[in-house]
């Protein structure tokens, strides 16, 4: 199945996956956080981490402006393929594919392989079994020392594994200004914001073009905002972000 997203086309063999949701809300897919990405990059570009990239839907959108940087992270080999076949079909030379997932460490961790790549998930060596694979993990600090690039930006769907992974950030996340986590409302999730100096909670909302604490009627995953960079992130936004948290 193929589908267009913006001025991107997706390609997936799965007709339950990702490009179906997207074939299935066509133009509201995802449609605040991608606003809120599209807005904080367009005039002045910059760089964005996509964490758990899948097929690259979010990773493509945003590298339709040749002045942003983007890094995809997808773990699964098969998803990798697609996801790497996906940015050669888009012609898409700003776009880093990496093969591995974000935790708290270097080395290798075991996630489930599902068919349904989307709802595919890190499990504790003993809860493993016969059905898990074991991929790469890498910190997201020696990423950003490897490649030379530290984002502006990054999107985390990671089906449970965030907190780990957010160790893993080490002295990163102060230059971060946004964060887009799935399931933010968690109380461990807020609590690692929180004491890292970040607001959230909060969602963006394209049509009224204004951040607060109320979720849209569209699913949207939560944002947590650096307050050290609101100022920056509401120029670029191109309204003033009260402190909310």
Do not use: W
């Amino acid at each position: 199945m193929t589908v267009k997203i913006s001025k991107s086309i997706l390609s997936d063999d799965s007709f339950t996956g990702t490009v179906a949701v997207i074939n299935s809300h066509r133009d509201e897919y995802e449609y605040n956080n991608i606003g809120f990405l599209t807005s904080y990059f367009s005039s002045e570009g910059g760089v964005f981490f996509d964490i758990g990239a899948n097929i690259g839907s979010y990773a493509l959108v945003q590298a339709e402006n040749p002045s942003v940087r983007v890094v995809a992270f997808e773990p699964m080999a098969r998803t990798f393929q697609k996801l790497s076949n996906n940015i050669r079909r888009n012609a898409r030379e700003n776009i880093i594919a990496l093969n591995c997932a974000i935790s708290d460490r270097n080395g290798t961790i075991s996630m489930t392989d599902n068919k349904e790549s989307a709802v595919n998930h890190v499990v504790s060596s003993d809860d493993a079994g016969s059905g898990a694979v074991e991929v790469a993990c890498r910190t997201l600090a020696s990423v950003c020392n490897e490649i030379g690039l530290v984002p502006d930006i990054v999107k985390m769907d990671i089906e449970g594994h965030e907190i780990s992974a957010l160790d893993g950030f080490g002295n990163v996340t102060a230059h971060i200004a946004a964060i887009i986590v799935e399931r933010g409302e968690r109380p461990e999730i807020r609590e690692f914001f929180d004491d890292a100096g970040f607001i959230g909670p909060v969602y963006f909302h394209r049509e009224e073009g204004v951040i607060n604490s109320s979720p849209p009627i569209r699913k949207t995953d939560s944002l947590f905002l650096n307050r050290a960079r609101l100022d920056d992130t509401g120029r670029r936004l191109g309204f003033e972000i009260r402190d909310i948290g």
